[in-house]
């Protein structure tokens, strides 16, 4: 596992996308090895409170209206790539440019 630059964090989130991606991608937890669950569990309740938070507060979209989302330190774009495919427009905003 590749540690970041923690004292830049253009530099830190720039290295940190590959891993947050891993993070918050619900296949890969299915693909953990069993001491790994534990602590991927937790990453897979973030992203399944968060996602749930997003359906219970966003306006609805439909193929005539597409609410407009700003995702501002959206970084690897896991939120952003979820709401564009539920027909959301999504503008992302980090300051990481990968």
């Known amino acids: 596992m590749v540690h970041p630059n923690r004292t830049d964090p253009e530099t830190y989130y720039d290295e940190y996308g590959e891993q947050e991606w891993e993070r918050l991608d619900r296949d890969f937890f299915h693909r953990l090895e069993w001491e790994r669950l534990d602590r991927d569990f937790f990453h897979r309740l973030e992203w399944e409170g968060t996602v749930d938070q ?21 970084g690897a774009g896991r939120y952003s790539i979820w709401l564009a495919r ?10 990481s440019e990968t």
């Open 86 to 95: 539920r027909g959301y427009t999504v503008t992302l905003v980090d300051l």
């Open 54 to 74: 997003l359906d219970t507060h966003l306006p609805p979209s439909d193929p005539h209206h597409s609410p407009h989302v700003l995702d501002v330190g959206g």
